[in-house]
């Protein structure tokens, strides 16, 4: 079981610019669903009043989430950052999806921090992790289906790549039972976000949820 809070944790960045923020969720039996529907509902909001009329990849965040895609080898418009695109489905007048509780409060970290972030089985990533540019020939499989790495920012472990800031692959994917991930966020180091510091205060909004110490690698 991997763990952000433990001792040898580490994670490598081989691409610049680029800052990851894990920590470790846990549900308790006082997590009630019905408060973080609200608490999303109220971030849709927030959103659309935030981006009323404007375009959304001019704010500092995306933009440089979409600069460092471009460094990587990849379109940003092709391919978007997992942020950009719940951002877009929002400002279209779309709900977000209510999947599973800590895929739900992934998706609203996403949104409040407008970084892509991932949730993850703590059973099924093995560290050490390393931050690279996908390789010819690599895959991952996500809820669209497979997507080809190659030139695209990668998470990748002992076993091969199972993230990316686009999608992950079904080898660290949630079930409806499962009351424990790992999270990690996919900062832009130039734009000045701070995902520890909301990681930090979303135990406080939400009853139930247990966030750890988040652990900062550039």
């Known amino acids: 079981m991997t763990r952000a809070s433990d001792p040898d944790f580490a994670c490598r960045l081989e691409l610049p610019g680029w800052r990851l923020v894990f920590a470790d969720l846990a549900l308790g039996d ?12 109220a971030a849709e909001t927030a959103l659309r009043r935030r981006f009323a009329g404007g375009d959304p990849t001019a704010d500092p965040v995306l933009a440089a989430l979409r600069e ?5 080898g990849t379109s940003p418009s092709r391919y978007r950052p997992s942020s950009e695109a719940l951002v877009r489905r929002v400002l ?5 999806p209510r999947i599973q509780p800590l895929v739900d409060l992934n998706n609203l970290v996403s949104i409040d921090t407008l970084c892509p972030a991932c949730v993850m089985r703590p059973d099924t990533v093995h560290p050490p992790l390393l931050l690279r540019r996908g390789a010819a020939g690599e895959t991952v499989t996500g809820f669209k289906g497979e997507l080809d790495l190659d030139g695209k920012p990668v998470l ?3 076993e091969g790549p199972f993230g990316t800031p686009i999608t992950d692959d079904h080898r660290v994917v949630l079930h409806a039972e499962h009351r424990e991930a790992l ?3 996919y900062e832009p180091r130039a734009a000045g976000a701070d995902s520890a510091r909301r ?8 009853p139930g949820l247990a966030v750890g110490p988040a652990r900062v690698f550039e």
């Open 30 to 41: 006082a997590f009630d669903a019905a408060v973080l529907d609200t608490r999303l509902a």
């Open 68 to 72: 460092l895609f471009k460094a990587a």
């Open 92 to 96: 279209k007048g779309d709900p977000l």
């Open 156 to 158: 990748a472990d002992r």
């Open 183 to 185: 999270l990690v966020v």
């Open 199 to 206: 990681l930090a205060a979303l135990a406080g909004e939400i």
